[in-house]
């Protein structure tokens, strides 16, 4: 059995994948330009995206792990086939993903990004803070990430408002909606978590109507994916402080382009989408991926943890 990792970390994921499974072969790969002829006799490809040249080279895969949560990346290459094997790294990412939900609520909140601007110019300015004490927060989205936001709000005493698929009673949710509920969550909340997946159901999911029904003193943070929003209408909603600002760190197109007047709004904070990495990823997520390979190793197939029918 052949199998390859494409990954800034894949020496740490081979040597910690050869450990427990000896009679696998491993090629480590940080570049596409270091795997060589390797992919055309693997079975196994572990990676977060991939060029669609060397999917397409891989015509012996029968299996490929994607060391991430959005598989929207690979799913849209041309020539990824439908018949594989395919499963993802969902379901590890509430801690780092909710640290980042409140490093943005309390930036914003707290005007931060003054204070540090301040700071290079050496101004000692003091205005009264905002605290996310008492607050409401909004979550669209309210699974592994989502329910662990909702756990740190009630730490800083904030009343929750969750919106998911069908509504449900859920640990920490104050309030829980369904789909039908957004718009009154919209005009209730101080801060809104776009949280969600891009899907053809989600794509600009977060319009000109949802932003204009947010209360003017309201926060927009999107940790989700860039797709389920209409940016042209956010910033239109920011330019005119029909909001009170944003936290983004996903994007339609990344990088972020130079030229998008995102970059240039001193009521919006923007980070490279970075909320799903930590320095200990590969320990985070290595643990779904053992057990899959070690079921897959046994003829299992369709049975691996978050596997996803193509």
Same mark, same amino acid.
């Given at each position: 059995?052949?199998?390859?990792?494409?990954?800034? +970390?894949?020496? &740490?994921?081979?040597?910690?994948?050869? !450990?427990?499974?000896?009679?696998?072969?491993?090629?480590?790969?940080?570049?596409?330009?270091?795997?060589?002829?390797?992919?055309?006799?693997?079975?196994?490809?572990?990676?977060?995206?991939?060029?669609?040249?060397?999917? %397409?080279?891989?015509?012996?895969?029968?299996?490929?792990?994607?060391?991430?949560?959005?598989? !929207?990346?690979?799913?849209?290459?041309?020539?990824?086939?439908?018949?594989?094997?395919?499963?993802? =790294?969902?379901? #590890?990412?509430?801690?780092?993903?909710?640290?980042?939900?409140?490093?943005?609520?309390?930036?914003? =909140?707290?005007?931060?990004?003054?204070?540090?601007?301040?700071?290079?110019? *050496?101004?000692?300015?003091?205005?009264?803070?905002?605290?996310?004490?008492? %607050?409401?927060? *909004?979550?669209?989205?309210?699974?592994?990430?989502?329910?662990? #936001?909702?756990? %740190?709000? %009630?730490?800083?005493?904030?009343?929750?408002?969750?919106?998911?698929?069908?509504?449900?009673?859920?640990?920490?949710?104050?309030?829980? $909606?369904?789909?039908? *509920?957004?718009?009154?969550?919209?005009?209730?909340?101080? $801060?809104?978590? !776009?949280?969600?997946?891009? =899907?053809?159901?989600?794509? !600009?999911?977060?319009?000109?109507?949802?932003?204009?029904?947010?209360?003017?003193?309201? &926060?927009?943070?999107?940790?989700?994916?860039?797709?389920?929003?209409?940016?042209?209408?956010? #910033?239109?909603?920011?330019?005119?402080?029909?909001?009170?600002?944003?936290?983004? +760190?996903?994007?339609?197109?990344?990088?972020?382009?130079?030229?998008?007047?995102?970059?240039?709004?001193?009521?919006?904070? #923007? =980070?490279?989408?970075?909320?799903?990495?930590?320095?200990?990823?590969?320990?985070?997520?290595?643990?779904?991926?053992?057990?899959?390979?070690?079921?897959?190793?046994?003829?299992?197939?369709?049975?691996?943890?978050?596997?996803?029918?193509?």
């Amino acid at each position: 059995m052949k199998l390859l990792v494409l990954h800034y +970390d894949a020496p &740490y994921i081979k040597e910690k994948l050869e !450990n427990k499974f000896p009679n696998v072969t491993i090629l480590a790969a940080t570049a596409e330009d270091q795997i060589g002829d390797f992919i055309e006799s693997a079975d196994i490809l572990v990676c977060n995206r991939a060029s669609d040249e060397l999917i %397409k080279r891989g015509e012996k895969l029968q299996w490929v792990h994607c060391f991430i949560t959005g598989t !929207n990346y690979l799913l849209s290459l041309p020539s990824f086939p439908k018949h594989i094997i395919f499963t993802s =790294t969902r379901g #590890i990412h509430g801690p780092q993903m909710s640290e980042m939900a409140f490093l943005h609520m309390l930036n914003l =909140t707290r005007n931060y990004a003054r204070m540090l601007r301040n700071q290079d110019k *050496g101004v000692w300015e003091r205005w009264p803070q905002p605290l996310l004490y008492n %607050k409401a927060v *909004g979550i669209l989205g309210v699974g592994a990430i989502g329910k662990e #936001i909702a756990r %740190k709000a %009630k730490a800083f005493d904030m009343t929750v408002h969750g919106i998911v698929s069908a509504k449900r009673e859920i640990e920490f949710v104050d309030h829980c $909606y369904g789909p039908e *509920g957004l718009m009154e969550v919209l005009q209730t909340v101080d $801060y809104f978590i !776009n949280n969600i997946p891009a =899907t053809p159901e989600t794509i !600009n999911l977060m319009g000109e109507k949802e932003f204009s029904n947010m209360k003017s003193s309201a &926060y927009y943070i999107n940790i989700g994916r860039g797709d389920t929003e209409d940016q042209e209408a956010l #910033i239109r909603a920011l330019e005119s402080k029909r909001i009170a600002g944003a936290a983004l +760190d996903v994007f339609r197109t990344e990088p972020l382009p130079e030229n998008n007047p995102l970059w240039q709004m001193e009521n919006v904070l #923007i =980070t490279p989408h970075v909320g799903g990495m930590s320095d200990i990823y590969a320990d985070q997520a290595l643990p779904i991926l053992e057990e899959n390979l070690g079921r897959f190793l046994k003829g299992e197939r369709r049975d691996l943890l978050n596997f996803i029918d193509l």
